[in-house]
């Protein structure tokens, strides 16, 4: 019940809540992985069994694939859905610009595939997700599990002339073993405390053979929909130069507030 959920959880709750209300009947809509967008899917999954909201969902992870089922949407893949109208994730950091860092879930790559393949990309977010520069959460890069370690190595050499403060990379672990993403490769977390042009480390960590993607996503997001601990909503375009405040009641709905599963 509400009630049991943390002040985070009640801010990711009514960011989610409050971005499902732009989905609209015959949309084809990207679902993000993670616990706000998995806030999202179930918001979603209310509003088709109980307004009959009728769209389709592509998610970006098997998690998210498999609780957009339960709770009774219409799931296809992006190939089958071709374009999409809109896509709603969370993210690990956003910046002013809207410059985002995302992966901590493991699944920046379908994530990343998928919101660039949409009209318009919306982070549903916390406000302790914002910040000046990116870089104080580690950084996600998928790699290849073939010679990870050369190319960790590789990663960590041309960091050297990057503007970044650290340069560690560390393997993303699942409990004794290397974590493997959906698509089967490995996930490197690269601890830069601070990066000082993004855009440009997007670019040279994907020219590195053995990089597949990294977690940077540099003008794909249009929009964030910061949620807070007391229902409070905030929403910036960064395309229209708006922001707009409002404020969500918390509905105990059953079927919203029982299945807390990711
Ligand atoms: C998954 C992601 C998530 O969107 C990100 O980690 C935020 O997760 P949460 O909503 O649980 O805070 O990028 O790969």
Redesign the pocket.
Known sequence: MTGELSPIDKA?FVAARRAAELVEDGMRVGL???????WLVRCLGEMVREDGLKFRGVPT?TRTAELARRVGLNVVSLDEARWLDLTI????EFDSDLNLI???????LQ?KIVATASDHMVVI?DIS?EVETLGAFPL?VEVVPFAWQTTQALIEETLVSMDVLGRAATLRMNGHVPYVTDEGNHILDLHLSRIGNARQLALVLNQIPGVVEN?LFIDICDTVVIGYGDGRVETRDINQGTVEHDRLDFVETENLFTDLA?
């Open positions: 990711k993000g992985t993670g616990s706000t967008a998995a992870s994730d969370g993210a690990d995302k992966g901590g879930g493991g699944a920046l994530e977010s997700k996600p977690g990711d």
